[in-house]
């Protein structure tokens, strides 16, 4: 990926990941995180990226691996595709929400 790539994906990673790091630590400990996404081995997908993207969020950007820069790509894929599906009704306390949460995004913000 060329450096003009990485701050186009560094740039529209920061416009989606709308939660802090703290936040979304403390957000990930919740039962609501650990209750939505597809698991097979106990944890779900998007709750390992909101892992993942707590460590992306406390690296520094010159210190990004071309794999951080991968999951940074796959995390923007998912917000917008997850955005484009909002039920409605009140989303307060809804899956939806939750598992935009697990990926670092509040809708809610």
Known sequence: ???DK???????????????PKE???WLDTEESKSVGDSDSGESTGHKSGRRI??????KKDEL????YDHMNKVIGYIHR???????GDIE???WRYSLKNW?????K
């Not at 691996?65 to 951080?68: P, R």
């Open 1 to 3: 990926m060329d450096q």
């Open 6 to 20: 990485k701050d186009q994906v560094y740039d529209e990673f920061y416009d989606c990941v709308n939660m802090q």
């Open 24 to 26: 979304l630590q403390e």
């Open 54 to 59: 707590v460590e992306i969020k406390r690296t």
């Open 65 to 68: 691996t071309s794999d951080q």
């Open 82 to 88: 997850h955005l484009a599906q909002k039920p409605s």
């Open 93 to 95: 306390n809804s899956d």
């Open 104 to 108: 670092g995004h509040d809708p809610c």
